[in-house]
Nanobody, 126 residues
Framework: QVQLVESGGGLVQAGGSLRLSCAAS????????MGWFRQAPGKEREFVAG???????????DYADSVKGRFTISSDNAKNTVYLQMNSLQPEDTAIYYC????????????????WGQGTQVTVSA
């Protein structure tokens, strides 16, 4: 079993930045796919960014089109933690952000994720 704990959400003005953290326990993040998803009020949960490892040290990342060039997913393997650096935030980025993990290399489908964190609120004011 994997436990995920997110942190780093908050209120920021448009154009600002936040960094979310997702601390994992129970398995090494290098052995599983890690993803960030978000859900705004009245909307479905959507993929934001994902990261996975292959061949030992090769790391891969994927991003939703809406966040490419603004968000960066990274990891600290020693801390078993994945980060989401969010720059140039806009009001439409307002949502609850969830960290999730699953056994498959595709991080984009929330139904393929097995474990979820509790979520952290990100609010971007205009």
């Amino acid at each position: 079993q994997v436990q995920l704990v997110e942190s780093g959400g908050g209120l920021v003005q448009a154009g600002g930045s936040l960094r979310l953290s997702c601390a994992a326990s129970g398995r090494s993040i290098r052995s599983i796919t890690m993803g960030w998803f978000r859900q705004a009020p009245g909307k479905e949960r959507e993929f934001v960014a994902g990261i996975w490892w292959s061949g030992g040290n090769t790391v891969y990342a994927d991003y939703a089109d809406s966040v490419k060039g603004r968000f960066t997913i990274s990891s600290d393997n020693a801390k078993n933690t994945v980060y989401l650096q969010m720059n140039s935030l806009q009001p439409e980025d307002t949502a609850i952000y969830y960290c999730a993990t699953g056994p498959y290399r595709d991080p984009t489908n929330p139904t393929m994720m097995t474990y979820w964190g509790q979520g952290t609120q990100v609010t971007v004011s205009a």
